[in-house]
């Protein structure tokens, strides 16, 4: 972790990127472990172990990596940052490519996992729409969405609550790197957050939702893809 003696929390906010804080939010190590725990909840040590699992908005790709460990071998991963995609060094198939329209096949992947990707689009529900069409699109009939993204929970308003003090904030690097990645990424987040429905909703359009929880922070939801959604590519 950046030690935080010599830079006030205020300037780091405005000058650094959402990358740079994204990097000290967490180790690879621990988001390597919290995406362990994810899988597990989501049932993942009964998915076939040759599923064809493709992770949009992959990032550096630490997701992949726990896939991996949990012994996954037909793996793929997208992002549209190429700086965070050359972080990852596993054996995945990765894609530098735009979510909302994917260079995969069409029916060619099990499973697609979103963590914390749909709510950094900026048209809402316009790109949500078009990324989670997608998903369905390169899923196989039957294919499931694991995802997980930000929620409007007690707890994230407590943790919001305890970012807005500078104190706390210099205290806690973690807290400091939270709210420089929530400067960064405002103007989607809060608009993410305050159409719950909307969100559903779109999800339910290409999606059914088998499972779904609403809690620290985060909705996670496992759904399967509805016979009904389309298998063409949106022009
Ligand atoms: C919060 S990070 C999440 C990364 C990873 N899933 C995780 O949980 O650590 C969001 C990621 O979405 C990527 N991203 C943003 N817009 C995208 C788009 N339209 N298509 C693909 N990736 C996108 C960013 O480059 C970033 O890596």
């Not at 990765?94 to 996992?113: F, K, N």
């Not at 003090?165 to 790197?177: E, P």
């Amino acid at each position: 972790m950046t030690s935080l003696t010599t830079i006030h929390t205020s300037e780091r906010c405005c000058n650094e990127t959402w990358e740079q804080a994204y990097a000290r939010f967490e180790t690879p190590e621990q988001e390597v472990d919290k995406f362990l725990r994810r899988f597990d909840w989501f049932g993942a040590k009964d998915w076939p172990k040759d599923a064809a699992i493709v992770e949009l908005f992959c990032g550096r790709g630490n997701g992949l990596v726990a896939l991996s460990q949990l012994g996954f071998t037909n793996l793929s991963g997208v992002d549209l940052s190429a700086d965070l995609l050359g972080q990852y060094t596993g054996d995945a198939q990765t894609y530098v490519c735009d979510a909302r329209d994917l260079s995969l096949e069409t029916a060619s992947q099990d499973i697609a996992v979103v963590q914390g990707g749909v709510h950094h689009l900026p048209e809402l529900p316009a790109d949500l729409e078009k990324s989670i069409e997608e998903a369905a699109r390169v899923l196989r009939p039957g294919g499931k969405l694991v995802m997980v993204e930000p929620w409007d929970t007690p707890f994230l308003r407590a943790v919001h609550a305890a970012s807005a003090n500078a104190l706390l904030r210099r205290l806690w690097g973690k807290l400091d790197a939270f709210q420089v990645l929530y400067e960064n990424e405002r103007q989607t987040y809060d608009n993410w957050l305050s159409r719950p429905v909307e969100v559903l909703g779109v999800i339910e359009k290409y999606f059914h939702i088998e499972r779904q929880r609403q809690a620290w922070g985060k909705l996670f939801c496992l759904a399967r893809r509805r016979e009904s959604a389309s298998l063409a590519k949106a022009t």
